[in-house]
Nanobody, 125 residues
Framework: QVQLVESGGGLVQAGGSLRLSCAAS????????MAWFRQAPGKEREFVAG????????SYTDSVKGRFTISRDSAWKTVYLQMSRLNTEDTGVYYC??????????????????WGQGTQVIVPS
């Protein structure tokens, strides 16, 4: 089992940058496929970015390609989401998630077994 804690959210002006962190306790993240999801007000939770467990492949939703980068530290204890050129549509609660079964990056939240509590990102209009 793994526990996930997100941090790094906040209010940022359009065009700015933020880096979110997801710290793991318990097992190391090398045992899981990892992803970031987000939920905007009044909308369903959506996949943002992720990487697979063994192949190291990454996947991004189209709206963040070229602006967001998912990465991890060498100790497999923290996952990051570097976000740049933020816009109002990036506003939402960002969640880190771990999938212990899939050997690929799933875009479906039902495939993820462990979730953090979320961190709020606000990009005002």
């Amino acid at each position: 089992q793994v526990q996930l804690v997100e941090s790094g959210g906040g209010l940022v002006q359009a065009g700015g940058s933020l880096r979110l962190s997801c710290a793991a306790s318990g097992r190391t993240l090398s045992d899981y496929a990892m992803a970031w999801f987000r939920q905007a007000p009044g909308k369903e939770r959506e996949f943002v970015a992720g990487f697979s467990r063994s192949r190291g492949s990454t996947s991004y939703t189209d709206s963040v390609k070229g602006r967001f980068t998912i990465s991890r530290d060498s100790a497999w204890k923290t996952v990051y989401l570097q976000m740049s050129r933020l816009n109002t549509e990036d506003t939402g609660v960002y969640y880190c998630a771990a999938d212990r079964r899939s050997d690929y990056v799933s875009r479906f939240d039902v495939d993820y077994d462990y979730w953090g509590q979320g961190t709020q990102v606000i990009v005002p209009s």
